[in-house]
């Protein structure tokens, strides 16, 4: 059972695009976090938001959780190379992480 | 400072073969935890341990074993490897787990194939 739905799964997009990547649940998160993975290597945690409504910025990156904490984007202002990889939600409850099936981004130069 | 340790990085085994994998950390860290990776299945918990001496199932726990005896480690055993083994496992550390207000740190992973 994917309690952590993520649209879309693969999205390709030039260098100065946006972009906009969703996590989706029926389930109410305690906290929910977002995390970035490269080939060959573990996740690594981009942001952690934990308060309904919450919106963090990271530089070009804007993380926002849903009123009723069920739910995340994460939104990319004008991409760049190095933002390629993979992107993972990830929502806790009771000391479970619940991983998203992740979106591929891939930007060209 | 190594963060989390996974060994081995690479493996294979037949079918019905057991095996162990390693995993430790040098953060004191109280929570560990295991995953598989799948394509197109995101991370799934397949153990987890909030402290030495106490572990608990995740979403995918049966083939697998695990034990917590020192705060450093929590090995991933395999009993009898079966092929739907097949993927790349994670084991994570974080301070403490609870409502989920600390960051994983993962390892790079091993990839088991099981022929």
């Known amino acids: 059972t994917q309690l952590l739905e993520q649209s879309p799964q693969f999205l390709s997009i030039q260098e100065g695009e946006n972009l906009t990547v969703y996590c989706n649940s029926s389930s109410v998160f305690s906290s929910l976090q977002w995390y970035r993975q490269e080939p060959g290597e573990g996740p690594v945690l981009l942001v952690t938001?934990?308060?309904?409504?919450e919106v963090k910025k990271l530089k070009r990156l804007t993380f926002q959780f849903g009123d009723a904490r069920k739910d995340s984007s994460l939104h990319i202002t004008a991409a760049q190379p190095g933002d390629t990889g993979l992107y993972l939600c990830?929502?806790?409850?009771?000391?479970?992480?619940?991983f998203g099936s992740g979106t591929k981004l891939n930007v060209k130069p | 400072n190594a963060g989390v340790t996974q060994t081995p990085k690479f493996q294979v085994l037949k079918t019905g073969q057991s095996m162990t994998l390693q995993c430790a950390q040098d953060m004191n860290h109280e929570y560990m935890s295991w995953y598989r990776q799948d394509p197109g299945m995101g991370l799934r918990l397949i153990h987890y341990s909030v402290g030495a001496g106490i572990t608990d199932q995740g979403e995918v726990p049966n083939g697998y074993n695990v034990s917590r005896s020192t705060t450093e480690d929590f090995p991933l055993r395999l009993l009898s490897a079966a092929p739907s083994q097949t993927s790349v496992y994670f084991c994570?550390?974080?301070?403490?787990?609870?409502?989920?207000?600390?960051?994983?740190?993962f390892g790079n992973g091993t990839r088991l194939t099981v022929t």
């Open positions: 938001v934990v308060t309904g409504g």
């Open positions: 994570a550390s974080s301070y403490s787990a609870g409502t989920g207000n600390s960051p994983l740190h």
């Open positions: 990830a929502g806790a409850n009771f000391n479970k992480f619940y």
